[in-house]
Structure formats: C-alpha cells, structure tokens
C-alpha cells in the first residue's frame, strides 16, 4: 500500500517513522506531477517545499499551531497533507480545490493568502494573541525569497525583531528565485550565507552560558568591561566569517542555517530547535523549484512556477497556442522602443508574466524588475519620468491596487508621465477571487487627471499604447484581460473620439462596451435589431475621462446600458452616469459589471453568464425596458 494512502491528515504523518519519509516524500512529488499536468496550476513552487512541508507538519501540531504560506502558491504539498488529496482533479475549477489556501476547505487554512509579502504581518499578529491570550502554541510562518523582497515583509520584521516574547518560527524558502531569478540585495545576501552549526545558537543551556559568564566578566572591576568587549567583538567576528547573517542578526533576530531544505530530518532538528527556544527564530532553507521533474528542473524561465495543462513525461504545453494580449504589448513595446530610447520598462518580479522579456532582451539596461515590490516600483518609476524619461510599469492588475497611494502621491501628484499596463484584467479565470483583476478602474478612477483605456483588440492596444508614452504630464492605464486576443472589431464610423461599431449613432438603444466585451455588445446591438429596435453600439476606447462626444450620444439615446468586467461600483459606467447628471442628461442608464462581491475560480465564461455578462441577458434586459416605455406612453396617451 503506497504510503501516501496511508496520510488523511497531520496525525497520521507523525506516525510513520523517519526512515519512510524519503519514499514518501517522492510519492507526493509524483501525485503532483501526475495531477497538476491535468488541471495546470503552480506545479514548480510545490515540487520545491514537499520535504520542507513534511518537516513542517511533523513539528508543528496544525490547526491549533497555524501554518503560513506566503504566498500561498506553495501550499499543495500542504493539501495533500491535510486530508484534501482526493479532491486535486478538481484543482482550480469552479466548486473545486483552490489554488491557494482556503478556509473554507479546511481549518488547517488560517490565511487566504495569494498575494505575497504579507504572511509574516499574519503571523506576528496571531503570536501577539497568542501571548495575549496565555496559549501556548507556536505560529510557523513560510516566506519564499521573492517575498521578502516586499516592503511590507521587512516592515514586519522590524517588529517581530523586538518581540522576543512572541512563539514564532519563520521559515526562509530560499529557492532563488520567485517567478524568474530572485533580484536585489536581500537575494544576494542570501546566496552568499555559508553552512554552519546552528545547535549550540538555539540552546537554552548557551544562552544562560553567556549570560554567567557576561555577569562573571562584567563583575571584575576596571578591567572587565574592556575583557567583555574583546570577547563580544570576538564572537560577532567569527560569527560574520562563517555566515554573513548581519541583515537577520542585527536586526535581533535568532537565525538557522542554512538547510538543506530537501533533507527531511535537518529540516526537522532545525524546527524542533527554534522551536524550543520560545523566541522568533527564522530559518533559512535552501530548495530547488521544480525538483524531481526533469522539465521544470531544466526551464530556466520560470522552473514551471505556473503550468497550464501539460504532458505528465515531458513537460510539453498541451494548450493549443494562441496569441495573447501579454504577446500583443510586449511586441509592440519593443518596437516602441526601438524608435524612443526615453521610454524604459519595470516589473514587479514578472518579466515573461507581462510580456517584458523581449523587451529586456532588446533593452537590457532599459528593464528593472525590481522584485515583489509594487510599490517600489511606483515611486521609482516617478523618479525615472521626473528626470526625464516614460517609465512603463507592466503588473497584474490586482496587484497595483497595493501601490495606489504611489500612484495618487508620486506619480498623480507631481504630474508624471507614466504608463501603467494593466494586465489580468477583468474577471481572470482559475487562479479564483485574489487574482480577478476586478478593481483597478474604480480605484483609478479616483485619481486627478488619470487616462485610461480598456482596448478591444490588439489594434486598438497597440494605439493606446503609442498615445500613453507620449503623456508627459499625467498617469495613464491600459488594462487587457488573461484570454487570447479576439478577432479584430472595426470601427463602422466615429462619432468625434468615440468608436461606432454599429448602428449609425442614434436610435432608441446605446450600448457602451468596454475593454474585450465590445464584441459582446456588438452581439447586443445585433440582437436588438433583429426585434425591430434600434440600437448604437459604441467603443470610448479611452474610458476616463469620460468624453464629450459620448456624453453627446447618450443624450441622443433612451436607453444607454454600459457593459464592463470590473466591479459596477465606481466603475466605468458609474463615472458615465455620474457625468451625464453632471451635465443635466436624464437618459437612463444601467451599469452592467461584477457586483460588489468576491468572485470564485472557474473558466471565464462561466463566470460571466453567472454574473449576468451575456449578449442574451443584456438584450432581454434592454428589450424589456423599451416594452415598458411603450406600455407606459401608451398609458399616458390614453389619459
């Protein structure tokens, strides 16, 4: 009987015996590999903690001492550990196994972390109320390498620092790298940490040493001050020539290692010890990402941090391939650029996730990925354009919603031309509610002057694009969704800057889309003609501001419905309507998006004709209200 079988939760981990834990171990890594090849999903990040995980469950007593991920991707090995395995063919499908923690798939998930760099503030909080609350359990914290290149990690750290009260064990997964290569000081000082005994460090019995004789020395008059400091400058020194650890231990920080992150019974002294010791402690773990499969091994892109569905053997992509709106930016960037040596790129520790890299391989010195560190990236992007140049920020949309503040102060503020790309835009597919990009034009929308434009096919994004690095007084956006480019949508005529895509500009119907659902409204549009009621569809390409020339042809309108991919409040339609009162227009107008809600995993269009996004929806919607506008003429003409 394979001994993965045998494993329904943590209890039954702590039985086996030590020597069985290798072939275990590889049972995972198989499991794994067979089931994310058919559901994709972050198949490297898991392949690089099944033994750190193993050590992890054996040591800490999970639910009652938490368990941090972060991020969140490397939690599989976690899952599986923790009584879900039968449930992995229903990775990241909708009803399924999420792809992050959950809580509401097992008590053994306190955070639902996806976004990295905030675990260690989640566990300083519970290790304060554990204290608080005199219990006795200890909260284990997973941080990857890439994470700690966060601002909000270290701004943890410095608190954790001086709480040495608290019951906290960090774990450091140093695999070098988060997406690509880890990058910055904080990476370089890792690589650079040397073996060592860290044993003797975490004894009770050596600390009380050093305190005696401290005291001894210290007792001894005129001479013992100077003895003492000898001794002290003696151990820092030695201390710093077998392990440069200065950025942990000056901080106050007690540090371990590092392990061999894949030797499960280092791993397992190295926890048990900090754990003994009743203080945070951090412990640093050296992992491979990929390990065990030979194509991850090998893919010096990413080590297959993130998969789609793939061959089990050989790691070949088995999607069929399709150009991309991530495809249709990078490509237009680069010959941007080619032709304006001002314009210069940054990322947040996604170079190939948003199209960069042929950019870099083009421009070297004219890419900075500044790791996850949005925020940073922001407010070094300001600097860039106040000294001259057009900096292009290309991140997930869901994660510039952390640097919104550097995007009102530094960029807004100062008014700086810098670009803001956008992608994952929208409702995103399997990666579930943290990964939607669901917020980013209501939250924009709040900024002075801000430009931004949702394209409907790659022509209109290579356009948008060209016109945004040519702002130099003011922040711009482009948002693009995850799915392949669609067919190219022409405009039929212009109404001043506003795209008519059907219809001739008037008529008793005005349906504005926005972004890759100007090809649903189309269908709208269409369908609305088909029943005798005339309808425009239209296409502002820049949504904010909010135009005069559509402000024109909402007034020449009944019946406006706006369609987008972002939450209805504050959204694109919201501004709409906001500025047709502004401007005494008394059209009405219904805003179709995403409720106010959290949105769950499952495929796209799923997920839109659950929300309501749908050419028939809208249409009956339509169709409905000019019937009751007929009804109610007719009502009043017979009075």
Known sequence: MPLLDQINSPEDL???????????????????????????????PNLGVVELTIALHRVFNSPAEPIIFDTGHQSYVHKILTGRQSRFPTLRKPGGLSGYPSRSESPH???????????????????????????????????????????????????????????????????????????????TQLSVLGK??????????????????????????????????LMH?????????????????????????????????????????????????LVHCITQKGRGFKA??????????????????????????????????????????????????????????????????????????????????????????SAGLHPVVAVYATFLNRAFDQVLMDVALHQLGVTFVLDRAGVTGPDGPS???????????????????????????????????????????????????????????????????FGDGSGRVLIVGYGQLCGMAVEVGQRLAQQGISATVVDPVWALPV???????VARHELVLTVEDNQIVGGLGARLSQECRAAGIETRLR?????????????RAEILEELGLTAQQLARFATEQIAAAERQQSFTRAE
């Open 14 to 44: 702590r039985k086996l015996d030590s020597s069985q834990l290798p072939a275990l171990a590889e049972e995972i890594r198989g499991f794994l590999i067979s089931n994310v090849s058919h559901t994709g999903g972050h198949l490297g």
């Open 109 to 187: 998930d306190w955070v639902e972390n996806s976004h990295a760099s905030a675990g260690l503030s989640w566990a300083d909080g519970m290790a304060k109320a554990f204290r608080l609350q005199g219990r006795d359990e200890h909260v284990a914290v997973v941080v990857g390498d890439g994470a700690l290149t966060g601002g909000m990690a270290w701004e943890a750290l410095n608190n954790i620092a001086v709480a040495q009260d608290e019951r906290l064990v960090i774990v450091i997964n140093d695999n070098g790298r988060s997406y690509t290569p880890t990058v910055g000081g904080v990476a």
């Open 196 to 229: 060592q005994l860290t044993a003797i460090r975490t004894d009770r019995r050596y600390e009380r040493m050093l305190r005696r004789i401290k005291d001894t020395v210290l007792g001894a008059p005129v001479i013992g001050q100077m003895i003492y400091g």
């Open 233 to 281: 400058g003696f151990k820092m020194g030695v201390k710093d020539v077998l392990a440069p650890q200065g950025m942990f231990s000056d901080l106050g920080l007690k540090y371990v290692g590092p392990i061999d992150g894949h030797d499960i019974a280092a791993v397992e002294l190295a926890l048990r010890r900090a754990k003994n010791f009743d203080a945070p402690v």
């Open 296 to 385: 991850a091994e090998q893919d010096e892109q990413d080590r297959f941090h993130a998969v789609g569905v793939i061959d089990e053997v050989t790691g070949e992509s088995l999607a069929p391939g399709v150009r991309s709106w991530t495809d249709a930016f990078g490509d237009e960037l680069a010959r941007i650029a080619a032709t304006d040596d001002k314009v210069v790129a940054l990322t947040a520790a996604m170079l190939h996730p948003t199209g960069l890299d042929r950019f870099a391989k083009l421009f070297p010195d004219r890419v900075f990925d500044v790791g996850i560190a949005e925020q940073h990236a922001v407010t070094s992007a300001a600097g860039l354009a």
């Open 435 to 501: 990964h939607h990009g669901l917020w980013d034009p209501s939250v924009l929308g709040l900024v002075p002057g801000l430009t931004l434009a949702a394209p409907r096919d790659e022509a209109q994004l290579c356009d948008a694009l060209r016109a945004a690095v040519k702002i130099g007084d003011r922040p711009s956006v482009i948002r693009f969704s995850k799915e392949a480019l669609p067919a190219r949508l022409p405009a039929v005529k212009q109404s001043g800057s506003v795209d008519v895509l």
């Open 547 to 553: 135009s005069a020339d559509l402000l024109k042809l």
């Open 591 to 603: 805003e179709f998006g995403v409720p106010s809600q959290f949105v769950r995993q499952g495929a």
